[in-house]
């Protein structure tokens, strides 16, 4: 009896894995077209020029359901950017222990941007590029992904506080590395542009590590005085 009872139970529980299993694969694919159809729409009209009706008319589905998956045209514009920003964090969980500051947020971060440019997250290169525009030249969407952003950063600095041993509250250096990436992505940004975009963004973005692995690099056991 008991065996017969098991058994039933069992059976139940992989019906109901395979139904949330299922339920789960639809809204990945529901999210998945509406990013697809929203990055077509800003890519033809326009950032400022795409209505949220627009994206879900394209999809033909509710209102309603888009805001089921996001809160805003800029969320689903940056979602990409937490996708990135997870590949980041487990690039640099990946770094040796022993390596450089710098040097590791900068094979991390090279190595996350490459993945942008060989489409790991659903990116062709001229999506990611003309996103990365947007960042720059938008002010509502700079202005938005700055307040993301600063989750990012923290995530970023307390990473380094551990691999350092220090307290991120007293040691300024994990929030100034952090900070770095910003300034990275934005001089690698501007060099791109100027160069005529012949070059992989990445490639330039390392050559920008460099020049703050020149003059800022030390490694993570190296102490400083705190007041």
């Not at 999809?59 to 689903?76: A, I, L």
């Not at 990946?94 to 993945?115: F, M, W, Y």
Request: overall charge negative; proline content about 2%; charged content about 35%.
């Amino acid at each position: 009896m008991n065996d017969k009872k098991n058994s039933l139970t069992i059976e139940k529980n992989k019906e109901n894995n395979i139904s949330e299993g299922r339920r789960e694969r639809k809204k990945r694919m529901m999210r998945d077209s509406l990013i697809k159809a929203a990055y077509e729409l800003f890519e033809a009209k326009g950032f400022d020029e795409t209505r949220i009706e627009d994206i879900t008319e394209a999809v033909d589905v509710s209102v309603r359901t888009f805001f089921r998956y996001f809160s805003s045209k800029e969320d689903v514009l940056l979602d990409y950017q937490e996708a990135e920003h997870k590949e980041l964090m487990e690039q640099l969980r990946a770094r040796p222990q022993d390596e450089a500051i710098i040097t590791a947020l900068k094979n991390a971060s090279v190595r996350a941007v490459k993945g942008c440019e060989e489409c790991s997250y659903g990116f062709d290169a001229d999506r990611f590029m003309n996103l990365q525009n947007l960042l720059r030249n938008n002010p509502v969407i700079r202005a938005f992904n700055l307040s993301k952003g600063q989750d990012r950063i923290k995530d970023i600095a307390c990473f380094f506080a551990d691999r350092m041993n220090v307290d991120v509250s007293k040691d300024f250096r994990p929030m100034i590395v952090a900070n770095f990436l910003d300034l990275a992505y934005q001089s690698a940004h501007q060099a791109w542009k100027i160069q005529g975009r012949e070059r992989p963004y990445s490639d330039i973005l390392k050559e920008v590590f460099e020049v703050l692995e020149d003059s800022c690099n030390f490694q993570p056991n190296h102490q400083i005085e705190v007041q």
